[in-house]
């Protein structure tokens, strides 16, 4: 267990040491500090990990949400469109005919599909994801990437 105090959140830190506690540091043996640098290491793990599932929980409850309405308005809106749509070949008919009103009313539906997709898919791409968390990954110190010279 380390000397100095730990608070809670990601990568939170302590106060600094102490005259006293450098003193008593520089006494410790290589062991004790590759201990402490381990459990630090360990923290500092865990806390991301956290992180990450709280970002992925939150963007997981938004996107539900989004198309659980999706889903909703949709059938919903399914019979009421459905009414309208029998009603526009019906009135389309007295001018062009039976056949001629359906394919009209079908090429305004397309329309409107093509519309939806793009703004869903626009709203869908929206999506957060972890933004926090990776901010806090790059600013894991170099020191742990043995390909990179520490500063």
Known sequence: MSEYPSTTGAHSAGNPPTAEQADATSGSSLGELFSDLSQNVSELVRQEAE???AEIRETARSAGKGAGLYGGAGIAGH????FLSLAAVFGLANWVGYGWGAVIVAVVWAIIAAVMAVVAKKQFKSAKGMPQTAETIKEIPPTFNPREETP
């Open 51 to 53: 992180l990450a599932k």
């Open 79 to 82: 019979f009421f469109l459905l």
